[in-house]
């Protein structure tokens, strides 16, 4: 059961975060005996309001201008963006210093597939147009621990809960600019999602040096990742990977998408649960990320639960009231709850459906789900 505390409890919320693995669930209250009516406690930590003030947001030209509605950035580090382009520069000897380079290209697209807003990371000192020379000043930084200036910063940021983070491998690692924009933008408790242009080198050491920058993010995963020769031809592998994260704009606006009515499909093993969605914008951002495979957990004696890659949307959404059979989120902890016991109201605690089938099976849920919508 979700019980509102007469203290209110403040607890804060752990991230282990390695290199193989994008993210971990917070940390949860340890459960109450057995005998304890109330078998569900969460902490009665209410999501924080986010100021609703004006925000702007460098634009890769350097200009500032309005910042959307969007609620996810596309920052990015791009040598072509970073680089000395005065006189001639060899096309065959340094091809990615060229307007736009591959990490620009693949940031553009991301920003394409998911109406985002983009932010280039720029040092106030450029770099080399030269390959070697670059390379070169790129690992004295490397060997300093150095921290690039850089030329501005994204204002606003605590507006944006999901950031496309994109990257070149530099010396088997990242720019070192870049580790001046994670220290100087709090990535903390964002939902961050990795692309990367390299070489024969892959990704590296990146991964690990960036969850080790941004303890506090939620770091996917699902990373995408091209050789810097196809980077150029990579357009329709890294907007398929967005859609695949449930991020495309494009799917968000289709029709046929829309929660109302739909029905979504439980399934593990020979099992299936089935639960009819209601109209809830928070309904509708559980759909659009569908289909999805997660692994699910017990929690207390009531309910399984899921984190699905990205938080809903709770406005408008109703408190969720009902009782076993109930499918809800609570917003707190980003938690999909399919209930299979009776629990108390919670108002961080929102409905997005109820059940149509598969009632008894919920209890014994195990192992991997997947979740897709009913045809």
């Not at 620009?104 to 394409?112: H, K």
């Not at 289709?254 to 029905?263: L, R, T």
Request: glycine fraction near 8%; charge should be negative; hydrophobic fraction near 35%.
């Amino acid at each position: 059961m979700k019980k509102v505390a007469a203290a209110i409890l403040m607890f804060t919320f752990v991230w282990a975060l390695t290199a193989c693995e994008g993210s971990q669930n917070p940390e949860k209250q340890q459960e109450p005996p057995a005998s304890q009516a109330v078998s569900d406690q969460r902490a009665d930590q209410m999501p924080q309001d986010t100021a609703e003030a004006e925000g702007k947001v460098e634009t890769t030209e350097g200009s500032t201008e309005e910042k959307g509605e969007s609620s996810i950035l596309v920052a990015y580090f791009s040598w072509a963006e970073n680089a000395i382009l005065e006189g001639e520069v060899d096309a065959v000897a340094s091809p990615s210093v060229l307007v736009p380079g591959n990490v620009q290209q693949l940031a553009g697209w991301v920003q394409e597939e998911t109406g985002a807003d983009l932010f280039s990371i720029r040092v106030t000192e450029p770099y080399p147009n030269d390959w070697d020379a670059c390379l070169e000043r790129a690992n004295e930084e490397r060997g300093d621990n150095a921290r690039p200036a850089l030329q501005e910063r994204v204002e606003n940021l605590d507006q944006y809960d999901t950031v496309f983070l994109g990257y070149p491998n530099w010396w088997y690692g990242v720019p070192m600019a870049l580790l001046s924009f994670l220290e100087e933008n709090d990535l903390s408790g964002k939902q961050v999602y990795l692309f990367c242009s390299h070489g024969t080198g892959g990704l590296a050491r990146s991964v690990e040096i960036i969850t080790e920058a941004v303890p506090g993010a939620v770091i996917s995963n699902a990373i995408f990742d091209c050789y810097e020769e196809e980077a150029s031809s990579s357009e329709e592998a890294i907007k398929n990977w967005v859609a695949e994260l449930g991020y495309t704009q494009q799917r968000n606006s289709v029709g046929e998408n829309h929660a109302a009515g739909a029905q979504i499909s439980v399934r593990w093993g020979e099992n299936r649960v089935i639960y009819a969605l209601n109209d809830s914008p928070e309904a509708q951002s559980l759909l659009d990320q569908l289909p999805l495979t997660m692994e699910v957990e017990d929690y207390g004696a009531n309910e399984k639960i899921f984190y699905p890659p990205r938080p809903l949307d709770t406005q408008d959404t109703p408190t969720a009231e009902g009782g076993a059979g109930t499918l809800a989120y609570y917003a707190p902890w980003g938690d999909v709850v399919m209930f299979y016991g009776e629990y108390n109201t919670n108002p961080a605690l929102y409905e997005l459906g109820q059940i149509v089938s598969g009632e008894e099976l919920v209890s014994r849920m195990s192992g991997s789900l997947t979740i897709d919508r009913m045809e």
